[in-house]
């Protein structure tokens, strides 16, 4: 008996040391991340007058099933063609959301996440300045938002503690003297501290 409890304990060593894998995406393991993206479309010689960006850092606390809790803060600028010129509109926005993680491959590699988050924060159009360079006046004001966002992310995993990030978002916004909806798609990086 004891020749055979030996002869499987030594099959079964072998049979399962061909690969370890990390753990990942636990139950209270933390990340910080950053992101930037490209705002309303993809930046063009036609639409420099549109261009828009963001950035921001974010904080990330995983739960059962490698869903996640996201706080974070951003800094989306975009501008807005006036006559030969642009105006920029510059948003500061704190964020707070839930990400359910719908899809994942059997090696814990590549994660898709959809999410939804409320936003609020503070909008400034041309810094606070009302006066333009032809005379003209501008009669919008700085505003405070509020407002939520969805988001689509996919996380890959590029090394245990290293992640890339990709995400396309659509943010509705209250309070702006601009457009509601604004579009966003980008890349970040995410390191997980525990």
């Known amino acids: 008996m004891k020749k055979i409890l030996f002869f499987f304990s030594l099959v079964l060593c072998f049979a399962l040391t061909d690969r370890a894998h990390a753990q990942r995406a636990l139950s209270d393991m933390r ?24 950035f921001g850092a974010a904080m990330t606390t995983y739960t059962r099933n490698a869903n996640k809790w996201v706080f974070g803060a951003e800094f989306l600028h975009r501008y807005y063609p006036y006559k030969d010129g642009r105006l920029p509109l510059s948003q500061f926005t704190g964020e707070g959301g839930y990400y359910y993680k719908f899809l994942s491959d059997h090696s814990k590699t590549v994660f898709f996440s959809i999410g939804a988050s409320a936003l609020a924060g503070y909008e400034t159009i041309n810094w606070g300045e009302k006066l333009l360079y032809d005379g003209a006046t501008i009669r919008n004001e700085d505003n405070f938002l509020y407002g939520g966002a969805i988001t689509l992310e996919m996380e ?12 396309g978002r659509e943010r509705a916004l209250w309070g702006t003297s601009a457009d509601k909806f604004h579009f966003q798609f980008g890349f970040g990086l995410k390191y997980i501290i525990n």
């Open 156 to 167: 890959v995993y590029l090394a245990d503690r290293i992640i890339l990030l990709l995400s």
């Open 31 to 54: 990340g910080l991340e950053i992101r930037s993206g490209m705002v309303d479309g993809f930046h063009s010689k036609d639409k420099h007058n549109e261009l828009g960006y963001y």
